[in-house]
């Protein structure tokens, strides 16, 4: 029979490997959002065209200034080493004047923009690799 010390660590560890590794944690928990899906929001689109491609959000919010809307389409994911968040951003007409994703690192306490419009035609990271590996 094996130890039981040596059980309990097997045990934790593979609770850990399963709890870091994001991209599998993020297939089960939100497997329709994927990279072209997200290229194909842009700006000046309806909220109607978004979920169409995107579905329905998960949440929507009053954005920061009260000039728009917030449509959250990905959630935290609660003991994951890394995890991947997209927002898409409307304004009062109710058009998209942004989107915005990003990968959180470390549970959280980082964070790195993987991929941004906004209405100022401001692509930030145009190479669209990290959004692909990241959302597949």
């Not at 169409?52 to 959630?75: A, E, F, V």
């Amino acid at each position: 029979m094996r130890n039981p010390l040596v059980i309990f660590f097997d045990i934790t560890f593979l609770i850990i490997l399963l709890f870091s590794y994001s991209p599998i944690l993020y297939l089960v928990f939100d497997h329709r959002i994927d990279s072209e899906k997200i290229k194909k929001i842009k700006l000046g689109m309806s909220a109607k065209e978004v979920t169409s491609i995107l579905g329905q959000p998960l949440d929507i919010k009053d954005t920061y200034l009260k000039d728009g809307k917030t449509y959250t389409y990905t959630q935290p994911i609660d003991y994951a080493m890394t995890y991947p968040m997209l927002w898409v951003h409307f304004d009062l007409e109710n058009k998209v004047n942004c989107v915005f994703a990003k990968e959180y690192i470390f549970w959280g306490t980082d964070d790195e923009v993987i991929y941004a419009i906004d209405e100022n035609h401001n692509y930030k990271n145009p190479d669209t690799t990290r959004l692909d590996s990241v959302f597949r």
